[in-house]
């Protein structure tokens, strides 16, 4: 349901002070398919300067334009645009009151109407969530059914994202010492020494990039760096 579709099928025009509002209006009318009688779009044609006070009417669900005294003298309502955003923003963000109760929010609207939020199953209470529901199934412009569906699956994604964090690995330890066993990753500087076998470290080097001196049970040594290797 867009935004004008209570102008449709009503003797309502809209009046614009600046042509800037008038830009504003047709640049919205575009966002909801709502075009010229002559199939043109809307905000390829701004009348603002056709006539002294130029009003675009929008009954019928396509855009036609006249003088205001016209529209006035045929019996139409009037509307300043101004009073249309204004309206428009009170819908949105004006709350009479909140409720709340156990599992249930309710939300007390302006216009006389009421949104009702229950936990759902498996969810933490939160009234900042709730409130949040309430305004989306309030304003989206869809059914109860539809918000409710459209909400659950937005914060489906979000919880099966967050699952999907990967979990980086540990930093191997490479504060190693003389004495320390070691698995080999990678043979680095060793010739005889079998790549996941256990060792040991006999000496630690200095200023050597293979600084760590391994032996195996023979006392064959190699020479390997703290990426070629890891503690066990």
């Known amino acids: 349901m867009g935004k004008f579709n209570n102008l449709k099928d009503k003797k309502i025009v809209i009046f614009f002070e600046t042509e800037e509002e008038m830009k504003k209006f047709l640049e919205e009318c575009d966002k909801e398919n709502i075009k010229w009688l002559s199939k ?15 009003c675009i009417n929008i009954e019928g669900g396509h855009l ?3 003088e205001f005294d016209f529209y006035k003298n045929g019996g139409y309502e009037i509307v300043n645009y101004k009073h249309l955003v204004k309206v428009e923003q009170e819908h949105l963000v004006n709350i009479n009151r909140i409720v709340r109760n ?22 933490v209470d ?26 659950t699956k937005l914060i489906d994604n979000i919880h099966n994202q967050d699952k999907k964090k990967i979990e980086l690995p540990k930093k191997k330890d490479k504060n190693f010492k003389v004495g320390d066993k070691v698995r080999l990753l990678s043979h680095g500087y060793t ?16 200023d050597n990039d293979y600084n760590i001196v391994i032996s195996n049970e023979t006392g ?10 890891e503690k066990v």
């Open 40 to 54: 043109a779009k809307a905000s390829d044609f701004v009348p603002f300067k056709e006539y002294d006070k130029t």
């Open 64 to 66: 036609t334009y006249a």
């Open 102 to 123: 156990k599992e249930t929010t309710i939300i007390f609207w302006n216009d006389d109407t009421k949104t009702i939020v229950k936990l759902g199953e498996n969810q």
């Open 126 to 151: 939160s009234p900042e969530m709730a409130i949040l529901w309430a305004f989306f199934e309030k304003n989206s412009g869809l059914t109860k059914t539809q918000a409710h569906k459209t909400m």
């Open 191 to 206: 010739f005889g020494f079998d790549i996941g076998k256990i060792y040991q470290i006999t000496s630690i080097l200095m």
């Open 220 to 229: 064959t040594t190699g020479y390997v760096n703290a990426e070629d290797i």
